[in-house]
């Protein structure tokens, strides 16, 4: 399994996963892994949480788009990789999450039979 969601589905997850992260690491700066996935956990009281085989995946193809980058950190005899917003990363969060929220408020409008705010 992806994603454990008991409130949410796996699709509406996986397609805010990256904007998701992009707006964490604009937030802290940078982090790692774990630590993204204990935020979003925290974030959503446990309603959200995501998995190592979602999150590395989501992780690698922002690498690979330059949205992100990555620092090894030693830790004794362990590695720890920060991630941390590219300057082409920190203009797609903001597109990204712009048009994540006027995604969800035009479904909203749809499924509560109102018009969308930006047409009133």
Do not use: W
């Not at 993204?36 to 085989?53: F, N």
């Not at 989501?58 to 917003?85: P, T």
């Not at 797609?92 to 712009?98: C, D, I, R």
């Amino acid at each position: 399994m992806m994603y454990i969601c008991p409130m949410h589905t796996k699709e509406l997850i996986k397609g805010t996963l990256s904007t998701i992260i992009l707006t964490l690491l604009r937030e802290n700066g940078r982090m790692y892994g774990y630590e993204i996935s204990r935020e979003v956990k925290e974030r959503t009281a446990g309603k959200i949480l995501i998995k190592e085989g979602s999150l590395y995946p989501a992780l690698h193809k922002l690498l690979d788009e330059g949205m992100i980058s990555k620092e090894e950190v030693a830790l004794g005899k362990r590695k720890r990789i920060y991630y941390k917003l590219t300057k082409p990363g920190m203009e797609t969060t903001e597109a990204q999450v712009n048009d994540l929220v006027s995604f969800f408020d035009t479904v909203q409008a749809l499924i509560l039979n109102e018009r969308p705010l930006s047409n009133a």
